[in-house]
């Protein structure tokens, strides 16, 4: 069974920079596992945040960036705003299945 | 603007089943596809497959085989999720999400999700 796997939880400073990582069981994440992430905050549906790896939506704030790193999928957040802690979620794609990570609860202090 | 609006709350007792609709609107239903996500209380997203609102094509997630089918009415621009012989712990929140681009990987807009709750 597949497992992804990302932090259960971060903690950042205010205007501070984070990033949350997202690896699989089978091996090393890259750009063919097409990446997404997700934003969810209590008791709302997930947002949507960043698509194949790097891609943003029109509606995605700037400070949020997606890459590959080390292995794994990214997600970058510069300048961090209070209005940032959240839940994140990533999804990677296996030929067909789709398999989302337990996600990372990130908090602003 | 795009929105997708899912049906309301449902209690069903194990062994039922139930049918989730995800009416879309803004943009044209058969260049997308629909995903189905659900959420456990206190728990995190699980993907239960998708359809393909241009062909019908679908792909289920395999712990769901079986179980779960996935329709679209291409009239209404509407997407259904069925789940039989419900057990408890397919209590959750059910999500559809519009799918788009290379093998239906970029999710964009979400439902507003609906509540199952399976209890005798």
């Known amino acids: 069974q597949t497992v992804v796997t990302q932090e259960p939880s971060l903690t950042v400073s205010p205007g501070g920079t984070v990033t949350l990582t997202c690896a699989s069981s089978t091996g090393a994440v890259t750009s063919g596992y097409y990446p997404n992430w997700f934003q969810q905050k209590p008791g709302q549906a997930p947002r949507a945040l960043i698509y194949?790896?790097?891609n943003k939506h029109s509606w995605t704030p700037a400070r949020f960036s997606g890459s590959l790193l080390g292995g794994k999928a990214a997600l970058t957040l510069s300048g961090v705003q209070p209005e940032d802690e959240a839940e994140y979620y990533c999804?990677?794609?296996?030929?067909?299945?789709?398999?989302f990570g337990g996600g990372t609860k990130l908090t602003v202090l | 603007q795009v929105q997708l609006v899912q049906s309301g709350a449902e209690v069903k007792k194990p062994g039922a089943s139930v049918k989730v609709s995800c009416k879309a609107s803004g943009y044209t239903f058969t260049s997308y596809g629909i995903s189905w996500v659900r959420q456990a209380p206190g728990q995190g997203l699980e993907w239960m497959g998708w359809i393909s609102a241009y062909n019908g094509n679908t792909n289920y997630a395999q712990k769901l085989q079986g179980r779960v089918t996935m329709t679209t009415d291409t009239s209404t621009s509407t997407a259904y999720m069925e789940l039989r012989s419900l057990r408890s712990d397919d209590t959750a929140v059910y999500y559809c999400?519009?799918?788009?681009?290379?093998?239906?990987?970029?999710?964009?807009?979400w439902g507003q999700g609906t509540l199952v709750t399976v209890s005798s």
């Open positions: 194949s790896t790097s």
């Open positions: 999400a519009r799918v788009g681009g290379y093998q239906l990987l970029r999710f964009d807009y």
């Open positions: 999804l990677l794609y296996y030929g067909g299945a789709r398999v």
